[in-house]
Nanobody
Framework: QVQLVESGGGLVQPGGSLRLSCKAS????????MGWYRQAPGKQRELVAD???????NYADSVKGRFTLSRDNAKNTMYLQMNTLKPADTAVYYC??????????????WGQGTQVTVSS
């Protein structure tokens, strides 16, 4: 069992910055990948960025050069530094963790989400 809690969302003006945090607890050593997803009104949930056990990162084209994903293993926390925010970044941002479940299945855990609103 893994629990994920996001924080750091809020209202910011275009061009501003926010840093999101995702604190993991529970069976954290079963996690082999983590990532940030977002879902805007009327749109499907999409991957923003993810990171593997080897610290390799992957970013959506829409956020490359603006967002940076990192993690602090000692604090069991993943971060998403978001710079030069645009109104199109407005969405609920979710933390995700993937674990290896029984029979080779992948178990996905999700946080409750944190709202990011970019507006003047």
């Amino acid at each position: 069992q893994v629990q994920l809690v996001e924080s750091g969302g809020g209202l910011v003006q275009p061009g501003g910055s926010l840093r999101l945090s995702c604190k993991a607890s529970g069976s954290i050593f079963s996690i082999y990948a983590m990532g940030w997803y977002r879902q805007a009104p009327g749109k499907q949930r999409e991957l923003v960025a993810d990171i593997g056990s080897g610290d390799s990162t992957n970013y959506a084209d829409s956020v490359k050069g603006r967002f940076t994903l990192s993690r602090d293993n000692a604090k069991n926390t993943m971060y998403l530094q978001m710079n030069t925010l645009k109104p199109a970044d407005t969405a609920v941002y979710y933390c995700n963790a993937e674990t290896a479940g029984p029979q080779g299945a992948t178990l996905n855990y999700w946080g409750q989400g944190t709202q990011v609103t970019v507006s003047s």
